[in-house]
């Protein structure tokens, strides 16, 4: 039964039933009951009758279906012509029907005459505006608590009126309106995004627009705009049911507000940034899921990745946690400064976020830690695709705590120190200097493990060694090859003299040495691949004049090595390595 105060209508009684229910009202209320013919035919063209709080569809002056105005929760005009329907969910019937009526759509020509408009404002306007006054959509009869105009929200995506009710909240938009229950309201967040703060409103259930369902509502506001709101509320009911909640009046920032007023109003609980700290000193890192970039908050209880979409886990919904590592197999330098990490739910779904800026990986592996999250790379035997693989080839020069507390996890306890080479002082190939005093002496180790392996493995070797280098003992080696006659001979190296004097260092070496810092300080974060680059690139680019202090002590050091390798060949014990000799020349 659907009633208002002038019309009431019974409906799925018996026909049996019908003459008894005539009879009663006609003897009992002096009323005789109207008989309407019901249209059968199946035609989805005719005419719409509004009356009381009922919709009416005719069909050759015949109901086809009546629908009640109460239960619809939303209207939305798409396009010019088209104005959709959307009803409540009653979740105590919902249970008991295995079908209900969700949303119902209008198609209104222009030439329509019921609802006549004109250019500006077309008839299906007409029509959705009259539903609008009819229905629960519209204005409410109530005054509204607070009103907040133009508030950008990011999903559903566009700019609304918030409306905030004693029962419920009401967001009018140009194209839709929502109407949400503060039953629905789970709960609210409230995150920096510089230069905004979003306010999170998550619900069950959520709301809809056409086939799109949308748990959270991602409100964006201006992180350093003020409001004032006086509530529209008695003295009375602020002093009794909202006692301690609501105050009569609000002035502060606009998220601040909005969110102490409608906390008082729905009772939900607010969560904001915990004890997470980026790299940065904010409280998300940066990433992508599923080709959309956003930025993944770490809070207490759960993670949140907005703005879009809207990604809400909790920790009790983790089953466990994986880092993956970018720039394995030959991948390029730049994307082996990212990560991934993996969320594996208990669900069996997994949520990948993507290229997350390695420098975060300690806070992040920190936080989950503490969280007593599982995290899947700990016990993982492969070597450079485990979470100690973030850290592999790192440019910091002290030792990793981390990777040293993680490989101890996996081998035991059992750790070496490794000696990798310092790429960014690799010279460019148009330096004409001499190899460093670090790069000798991993050939001489090299030639020395060379000895007792066949020549092509030797080559190999060879590619290794600084690019001048490599240049000058090849063509050596071939000039000794033509004067014994086209006879190829094995060249054996000897052991490096540790008493040998250090080699001299090219003018652009010098100017490494002072500038190196200079570039990290100038460039936070950038690839230690890519310094060595960019002092090439200054290096090139500078003139004779300015080359000229740098040149100056290459020449310095240049005559001190030859002073100490003169000496050094006079003596009576010297071990002269025959593969470095000509680079004394």
């Known amino acids: 039964m659907t009633q208002n105060i002038s019309l009431q209508v019974i409906r799925r009684q018996k026909q049996s039933d019908v003459d008894n229910l005539s009879n009663f009202m006609t003897n009992t209320l002096g009323v005789t009951p109207e008989e309407k013919q019901l249209s059968i035919s199946g035609r989805n063209w005719g005419e719409v009758n509004l009356e009381g709080n009922m919709l009416t569809f005719l069909v050759g002056s015949k109901p086809a279906f009546e629908v009640s105005l109460a239960d619809v929760s939303q209207t939305q005009l798409q396009g010019k012509n088209d104005v959709v329907l959307e009803f409540h969910v009653d979740d105590t019937t919902g249970a008991n029907e295995k079908d209900s009526l969700m949303e119902l759509s209008f198609h209104i020509p222009n030439s329509n005459t019921t609802f006549a408009g004109d250019e500006a404002t077309p008839p299906a306007q007409i029509f959705r505006e009259k539903i609008m006054s009819m229905a629960d959509v519209g204005p409410s009869g109530a005054e509204a608590v607070a009103l907040f105009e133009d508030i950008a929200i990011l999903t559903p995506r566009g700019r609304y009126t918030i409306e905030l009710h004693l029962s419920f909240l009401r967001l009018q938009g140009q194209a839709n309106d929502f109407k949400i229950q503060y039953s629905s309201v789970v709960r609210l967040f409230v995150l920096p995004k510089s230069p905004h703060t979003l306010v999170v409103i998550t619900l069950d259930p959520p709301i809809r627009k056409g086939q799109t369902f949308y748990p959270h509502i991602v409100l964006q506001f201006a992180m350093e705009e003020l409001a004032e709101c006086a509530l529209s509320m008695n003295e009375e009911l602020l002093n009794t049911k909202y006692k301690d909640k609501l105050e009569p009046s609000y002035k502060g920032l606009s998220h601040e507000v909005f969110t102490q007023i409608l906390r008082g109003l729905s009772a939900a609980k607010v969560t904001q940034p915990g004890k997470f700290r980026s790299s940065q000193d904010g409280y998300a890192v940066r990433a992508s899921l599923k080709a959309e970039d956003g930025i993944l908050y770490p809070l207490e209880k759960s993670f949140f990745f907005l703005p879009k979409p809207p990604t809400l886990i909790l920790h009790e919904e983790i089953e466990y946690l994986e880092f993956e590592r970018h720039g394995t197999g030959g991948a390029s330098s730049i994307s ?34 503490s969280k007593g999250l599982k995290i899947m790379n700990l016990g993982d035997a492969h070597g450079t695709s485990g979470v100690a693989a973030v850290l592999e080839n790192s440019d910091d020069e002290a030792v990793d705590p981390h990777l040293e507390r993680i490989k101890s996890a996996r081998e035991g306890g059992a750790g070496e120190d490794s000696d990798e080479e310092d790429e960014d002082f690799i010279a460019e190939k148009d330096d004409a200097g001499s190899p460093t005093d670090d790069s000798e002496e991993e050939q001489s180790d090299a030639s020395e493990s060379e000895e007792t392996k066949e020549k092509p493995a030797k080559k190999e070797v060879k590619k290794k060694e600084a690019p001048v280098a490599k240049a000058t003992g090849t063509k050596r080696k071939k000039k000794d090859e033509e004067e014994d006659g086209g006879k190829k001979r094995k060249l054996k190296k000897k052991k490096k003299d540790p008493n040998a004097p250090k080699r001299a260092m090219p003018g652009f070496m010098f100017f490494s040495q002072i500038e190196r810092e200079n570039v990290k300080k100038s460039n936070p974060g950038i690839p230690f691949t890519e310094v060595a680059k960019a002092l090439g690139e200054r290096w090139k680019k500078m003139s004779a004049e300015e080359k000229e202090p740098y040149e100056s002590r290459a020449k310095a050091d240049q005559k001190r090595y030859k002073d100490a390798m003169a000496g050094y060949k006079s003596g009576p014990t010297n071990i002269i390595d025959s593969g470095n000799e000509s680079d004394s020349e």
């Open 336 to 369: 082996s400064h990212y990560f991934d990490l993996i969320i594996r739910l208990k669900s069996e779904q997994e949520h990948q976020f993507r290229n997350i800026q390695r420098n975060e990986y300690h806070n992040l592996f920190n936080f989950i830690s």
